[in-house]
């Protein structure tokens, strides 16, 4: 590791002792970060949903900023973006988008980033990577949910066009996004407690037992989304039958992974 363990924990302790006005601007920071990330985008021909940055940095914020200060770093990216700021995918801003097919995202930002805080920062236990990329997988299931909710009542869809459309052809890159967002809080996460954690004194078994059932939870969801993506693929090439074949195996043997390794710890 480049950063050691004294290093991390100095850092997260300092900015937790640092106040309002610091930790203020780390959140802009990553309101910022979310909105470039948005900037680095790829629309597909079959749906209005595109396949952007911006949940890595999501992702991210909620773990490094805690769950206060990530979700305020959403809620100010989905803010000053109502008020104008054209950080929007495609460079777009104003109300009506937070209104529109892609707006149940925006708020799905803003829960992934207080789920994936509140665990990290209130648990020693779920810092390791089986564990982040769990609260990862459920931070990227959260954000999907009102998405898809928002993008049927604004299209007129049906349960499983608005799958189709808004969430079975980002599933690969979204497991990639975390990925590497868990590579990222494997660098600078603090293995040990830097204050009150609730297990800081050890007794981990509990969280880590309840992070392995949801990650089984979510190891079934993906199962039923590969299956859902199968049957909505209209006389696929090979090229496509494989690659989502392949992306799609991938998130249900790492989430099954990460259940069944955090399931042992606790036996």
Partial sequence: MFINEDARQRFFRWKLESGFLWNFAFSMLFAALTGLGAQLKLYLPFTPVPITAQVFFVLLSGAVLGRSYGALSMLMY????????????GGRAGVEVLLGATGGYILGFILAAYLIGHFTHSYVGTRTPASQLTLMFAGVALIYLPGTVQLAQVMHLGLGDALALGVLP???????????AV?????????????????AHGNRSSIRHRLGMLAALLTALFVALFWLKLLS??????????????SYSAAVLLSAGCALHLTRQTA
């Fill in 78 to 89: 989905a803010a000053l973006g109502a008020l104008g700021v054209p950080w929007f995918a």
């Fill in 170 to 180: 980002f599933i690969p890159g979204d497991i990639l996004k975390a990925l590497a």
């Fill in 183 to 199: 590579a990222v809080t494997a660098w600078v996460l603090p293995r040990a407690a830097y204050s009150s954690e609730k297990d």
């Fill in 233 to 246: 693929l209209n006389a696929p090439d090979a090229s496509e039958l494989l690659w989502y074949t392949v």
